[in-house]
């Protein structure tokens, strides 16, 4: 009997944005569920607009799981992941042992499928780096939205992924933020 997916299925309980106050807790099962949705356009958007090469649906699998291991480590926040390089280094073994118990949860004939999804490990930098992309925008995206709620705990959260992603030398992220991020300011009303 593998716990693999009961485990992962508790991906709703774990809170992000820890540190600040939420007028809508996001759990990392719903940001794992956008951050795919954002890597699988920003790869659709690299190959129509850019002649890029992407593989989308490589690149919306591995977004799927790119939190997975959250389920044991919970969601450290980012100023204490990022603090220092000792914390850092830190974590990155603290969140290779949660991955390798959950593959570990996993039978023989399907570990290697999830091994590669889990750590990452087969994804080449550029997906890598639309998956991290991807990450950061959803990141932005509940910055908005807790700003458009009236929640000023985000603003400056919000400036600084805004200026971290306007640095981005990815022009599919260019493109999405020009193309798509207007719309999150939006009423229900305004939408339709």
């Given at each position: 009997m593998s716990h693999f997916f009961a485990y992962l299925s508790r991906m709703k309980y774990i809170k992000r944005w820890g540190l600040m106050r939420n007028t809508k807790e996001e759990n990392i099962q719903e940001h794992s569920l956008q951050t795919a949705m954002v890597a699988h356009a920003l790869a659709l958007i690299k190959n129509k607009m850019f002649n890029g090469k992407a593989n989308p649906e490589r690149i919306l699998a591995y977004a799927v799981y790119h939190e997975a291991g959250e389920v044991i480590t919970g969601d450290l926040a980012t100023p204490i992941k990022y603090y220092n390089p000792e914390i850092n280094k830190a974590y990155k073994k603290i969140e290779a042992v949660a991955v390798k118990k959950l593959l570990g949860m996993l039978p023989e004939e399907l570990k290697g499928e999830y091994t590669g999804l889990l750590e990452l490990q087969s994804a080449n930098e550029e997906e890598r780096a639309i998956i991290k992309a991807a990450d950061k925008i959803c990141a932005y995206l509940k910055c908005v939205?807790?700003?458009?709620?009236?929640?000023?705990?985000?603003?400056?959260?919000?400036?600084?992924?805004?200026?971290?992603?306007?640095?981005?030398?990815?022009?599919?992220?260019?493109y999405f933020l020009q193309e798509f991020v207007q719309s999150f300011d939006l009423t229900l009303d305004e939408l339709n």
């Open positions: 939205e807790e700003l458009k709620a009236g929640n000023g705990e985000f603003k400056k959260a919000k400036a600084t992924i805004e200026k971290e992603l306007k640095q981005s030398p990815l022009p599919e992220v260019k």
